[in-house]
Every structure is written in structure tokens, then in C-alpha cells.
């Protein structure tokens, strides 16, 4: 019975959706075709050139109605984006960590705001959006060259390229920020600061590249051998920083006295605040990515936030059942778990779906951060391994499943996109990117980590670790109670 | 002269501080602190880990009393802090040699 009910639910959207195909484009083409018909009646040879000016004009103005829309919205979806990271992501981690580090943890999301934007202007952009090679971009557009106010009809054709720039570089920002959750209270800021620079340009970079750029290696819509989905960043925001901040715990060691020490999260209080402007931010970041005004962004705004909603209930849940009650960390949590596996798959799935998908990674993310976590005994402080990671994989697979052309047509007209559109191997192909991502990931962080320890160091000695980073690497405090 | 020392339940500070207030007791210094006795602490639960608590919040009330007083201030706390349960604190009273006011340089039983 249920699954009778499922499949009802699933037949009705492309039914709905053809309907709406249908009705669309009839509607928008009856106004040129009336207006077009009494012109072609009464044809002396002036009035078709007045008209077809006329016309032209039209064309022309419709069209910059559209860009101005269109970059309305992408200049307050670039926002949104970096609202995530200071203050969203820095009050998050900054609640989740012990009051001694507090500052060093929000120091090193805010470092990042900076030092990506300026290594962008330089070659950031360039590297991941210029050029059509398969695995990386190429210096075409090095120093922002040729990035102004004309479109870039590759990505986004109707937003001056300087905003799809700059969009983008949001997201360059809070990867990189992702990964501190796993080196949290105990990396050294200097090795912090330059390993995160190099990650940005060794594995931040190819990857957007290969899943977002032209020609890339697993581009969907632009000539890629594996056409991996990726909305909005499920294998370049989350998988890649996920994977990586494994690899950094790992490398790192536990925080001294972990296990057997309390380390409970100082301000639960700062955690609520950065997750719900986490919740708020990720709409810019999900239905910006449709790099335009339209219903694709609202579809993706509505998966957004049903994955999140759901996910909170499927985390809450599965703590109320293990521990009797239900955590107002763990709802939180839960939440951005659900935020992290929508997103790649944001722009391709109705509603339903994305309730499914939100429900599935808050369960799946409860048991990584509680249960696999502990089994392994690694130290991913704050769990960014357990939620990006984890979510994120998850995120990406189950966007093989759910994907519907309804929702986006990515393949072209009428051809299946996921498995319940009938085409299962794009679950394959999502496998394909994922693999690769994580193996990216992997190697990339360990070759660079290895690196940075020669350099700099990596780890600050034990006795700093005591008595906490914000004195030891910053020189202040972030809570000075006698002043 | 005595010195009274009570440990108290948060809960109940207010209404022991009124009830003093009432039978005349004007001075006190009141600390927050964290202690146990026989009380076991709670457990909480961050993201699967279990932290067990057991230095639990207290208030602490000090006050110097002139010997007459002494009973009377004993009773009240004792009436006005139980709530019966283990965890409803102490009262500790021990001899003073010594009253000084610094204003004026006023002593013994004078100062208070």
C-alpha cells in the first residue's frame, strides 16, 4: 500500500508538470502572435520597418528587465552566502568550542573572508571558471580580467559576470571554513592560514572546475564524460571540505585529554544563533544557485527548506528515542545536516523528495557524530567530517534517485534525469563524482598537511592547548569578565 | 558574637532572604558557589557524549550575628531553605572574636 501511494505521488509530478509545460509556453506566445498578425495583414513596405524597430526596442528592454531581476536577486543571494560564513558559521563553531578558543575559531572563519577574496581577484576566479579545460580553469581571467558588467553566457546569461564572480566567491569562502570544525582548538593559526590558502588553490579549485566549469571532468550541462548533478555544491562545497576535515583530524591527533576530558560546547547559545542564520543564509546559497530570479529558484528555495525542517525532526527523533529527550543542539544540528544533503540536489527535486532526503541525513548524521565517531575514535571536534562529510555523500546520491526533469530539464526536453525519472544511471554517475571527490580530497589534504608541517607546523604545542588559543595565537580574550 | 555560614539551594534564596529581611537582619554577603555533599550531580548529553556534572550551583550566605540573634536566624533559614530533599545545604555557625567598622572604628557587637 504505502508503496503504491509513493509511486502515485511520484507519477502525479511529471503529469502536473506536463500540464504546466503545456500551459506555459502557449500563454507566453500568445501576446507576440497577436500583436505579429495584424502587422503582417496590413503590409506596406514602412510599417514593418517601424514595427520591427519597435520590436527590437521591446527585445531589448525585456531583456534588461530581466538582468535587473535576474541581479537583484544574485547580488542579495552573494550576501546571503557570506552571511553564512561571519557571522553564521563563526557563531556555530564559536558556541561549539570551550570558552578559552572561542575567538581563535570565529579569527579563522573571518581570515578566510579575507584572504579567499583577495586570492580570487588574483586567480581564484579564473582557476575555477576560466578556460574549458577538464580538470582545472586557466589564467584567462587572472586579475579579473574581462570580468565586468557583460554576462558570461557559459554560466549565467542574463547577470553581469561580475556578479556571477562574486557569487561564487562566497562559496570559495566558506569551504575552506568548513574544515576548521575538525581542526578546531589545537592548529596553529599560521598553519591554519596557509593551509587553507593552499587548499583553496590545489583542491578547491580543480574541483569546481571539473563539476561547475566548462568542459569540466563531471559537468552536467556543459560537456562533462561523467555528468555529475551538483546544484548548488554537494561534492565541491561539502564532500570536498568534509573529506578533508577527516583527513585533518586525523592528522592533527585528539585535542589533549579527549576523550577522557569534558570538552562541552561553552555558549549553546551562539551555536542557536549561527545554525538558524546558517538556515536563512543557505536560501542564497541553494536558490542563488539558479543564477537567476526564476521559478527554478523558488523550486530550490522550497526543497531548501522542507530538507531542513525534516532533518531537524529525523536528528530529533533519533535522540529522543536513544536518550529520551530531544537536544536543542541535536535540532540544530540536524538542521544543517538537512541543509548540507539538499544542496546538490536543491535544483532538482520537488517538495516531497526533499522532505525524504532532509529525514534520511538527519537520522544518517545523528548515527556518523554519535556512533561511528566513537567507534573510530577519531577527534573531529565539532564534527564538520560527521555533518558535511556524511551529508553531503549522502546528499549526493540520493540526488541520482530524486532528480526529475520536471523540476529541471538539465539533459534536455523530455530526457530523464534520475532514477525515478527512470534514468538509475545517473546514480552511477553520482557515484562517479563522489569517488572522485573524496579521493581528491583525500590526497589533496594529506599531500598539503604534510607540507605545512615542514613549513609552519600544523599543531601548537600541548601547553598552548591548555591555556587556549584565543591568548596563544591572538593575544586576547573573548570573554574579559573583570573589564 | 557568631559567624552563620549557610549553603543554600538557588531555588530557595529569595524567599530566605525576605523571610531574614522580616525578623530584622539587615547585613549579609551572599557568594555564588558550586559544591556537592551527598547530592549526586546530572548528566548532560552534547552529540552523543555524556558529561556528568557534579560540582552543582549553590549560594552561599554569610553573616555576623550578636549572640541574642543567633537562634532565631537559625530557625528562619532552616524553615525557609528545606524543601526536603537531599541537596538543601548546611548552616555552619562558629565564634567571632572581632567586630570592626571601618568608618568609624566601632567594636564588638556596636560594629555589626
Redesign the interface.
Known amino acids: 500500500m504505502k508503496c503504491a501511494g509513493w509511486k502515485c505521488s511520484f507519477s502525479l509530478v511529471p503529469v502536473l508538470g506536463t500540464i504546466l509545460l503545456a500551459v506555459v509556453p502557449l500563454s507566453a506566445q500568445q501576446t507576440p502572435a497577436a500583436s505579429a498578425t495584424p502587422s503582417a495583414t496590413a503590409a506596406t513596405p514602412e510599417i514593418p520597418k517601424a514595427v520591427n524597430e519597435k520590436l527590437a526596442q521591446l527585445d531589448k528592454d525585456v531583456k534588461a528587465a530581466q538582468s535587473s531581476a535576474d541581479n537583484a536577486w544574485m547580488l542579495v543571494s552573494a550576501a546571503l552566502v557570506l552571511m553564512m560564513t561571519g557571522p553564521g558559521l563563526a557563531l556555530f563553531y564559536g558556541g561549539l568550542v570551550r570558552r578559552k578558543n572561542t575567538l581563535a575559531i570565529m579569527m579563522q572563519s573571518f581570515a578566510l573572508m579575507a584572504l579567499i577574496t583577495v586570492m580570487w581577484a588574483l586567480v581564484g576566479y579564473s582557476l575555477c571558471f576560466g578556460g574549458d579545460g577538464q580538470f582545472i580553469g586557466s589564467f584567462e581571467h587572472a586579475f579579473l580580467r574581462g570580468v565586468g558588467a557583460d554576462p558570461n553566457p557559459d554560466y549565467a546569461g542574463t547577470i553581469p559576470q561580475m556578479t556571477f564572480m562574486v557569487y561564487q566567491l562566497m562559496f570559495a569562502i566558506i569551504t575552506p571554513a568548513l574544515i576548521t570544525g575538525a581542526t578546531a582548538e589545537r592548529m596553529k593559526f599560521s598553519g591554519t592560514v596557509l593551509f587553507l590558502t593552499l587548499w583553496f588553490l590545489v583542491v578547491y579549485a580543480p574541483l569546481a572546475h571539473m563539476v561547475w566549469g566548462k568542459g569540466g571532468l563531471l559537468n552536467a550541462s556543459l560537456g562533462g564524460k561523467f555528468p555529475t548533478l551538483d546544484f548548488a555544491g554537494g561534492t565541491v562545497v561539502h564532500i570536498s571540505s568534509g573529506v578533508s576535515a577527516l583527513v585533518c583530524a586525523l592528522y592533527l591527533g585528539k585535542r589533549s585529554g579527549y576523550p577522557k576530558q569534558p570538552m562541552p560546547p561553552h555558549s549553546l547559545v551562539l551555536s542557536f544563533i549561527g545554525a538558524c542564520l546558517l538556515w536563512v543564509g543557505w536560501f542564497g546559497f541553494n536558490a542563488g544557485s539558479a543564477l537567476a530570479a526564476s521559478s527554478l529558484a523558488t523550486s530550490a528555495f522550497v526543497a531548501t527548506h522542507f530538507a531542513a525542517a525534516a532533518a531537524a525532526l529525523g536528528w530529533s527523533a533519533a535522540e529522543w528515542f536513544k536518550n529520551g529527550r530531544a537536544s536543542a543542539l541535536g535540532a540544530i544540528s540536524g538542521a544543517v545536516a538537512g541543509l548540507v544533503a539538499i544542496t546538490p540536489a536543491a535544483g532538482f527535486v520537488g517538495p516531497m523528495p526533499a522532505l525524504a532526503i532532509g529525514l534520511i541525513a538527519g537520522v544518517v548524521c545523528y548515527w556518523m557524530v554519535t556512533k561511528v565517531k566513537a567507534i573510530f575514535g577519531y577527534d573531529d571536534a565539532l564534527d564538520a567530517f560527521g555533518v558535511h562529510g556524511a551529508g553531503g555523500t549522502i546528499g549526493a546520491l540520493l540526488t541520482g534517485v530524486f532528480a526529475q526533469q520536471v523540476i529541471n530539464p538539465i539533459f534536455g526536453a523530455g530526457k530523464a534525469v534520475g532514477g525515478l525519472d527512470g534514468h538509475w544511471g545517473q546514480v552511477g554517475n553520482q557515484l562517479v563524482g563522489v569517488s572522485i571527490a573524496w579521493v581528491f580530497a583525500l590526497v589533496g589534504t594529506l599531500v598539503l598537511l604534510k607540507i605545512v608541517d615542514l613549513l609552519t607546523g600544523v599543531r601548537v604545542p600541548e601547553e598552548y592547548e591548555i591555556e587556549g588559543l584565543d591568548i596563544t595565537q591572538h593575544g586576547e580574550e573573548a570573554y574579559n569578565l573583570e573589564s | 558574637m557568631m559567624k552563620l555560614e549557610a549553603i543554600i539551594q538557588p531555588s530557595r534564596f529569595e524567599s530566605v532572604k525576605d523571610a531574614l529581611r522580616e525578623i530584622g537582619i539587615e547585613g549579609m554577603t551572599v557568594t555564588e558557589v558550586r559544591g556537592h555533599g551527598r547530592q549526586k550531580g546530572h548528566t ?6 555524556e ?1 556528568t556534572v557534579d560540582l552543582l550551583p549553590k549560594i552561599k550566605l554569610e553573616m555576623v550575628l550578636p549572640d541574642a540573634l543567633v537562634n532565631r536566624v537559625v530557625d528562619t533559614i532552616l524553615k525557609t531553605a528545606k524543601t526536603g530533599k537531599i541537596g538543601d545545604g548546611k548552616i555552619f555557625l562558629s565564634r567571632v572574636e572581632e567586630a570592626i567598622r571601618i568608618r568609624n572604628e566601632e567594636r564588638g557587637e556596636n560594629a555589626l
Open positions: 548532560e548529553v552534547y552529540r552523543g557524549r558529561y
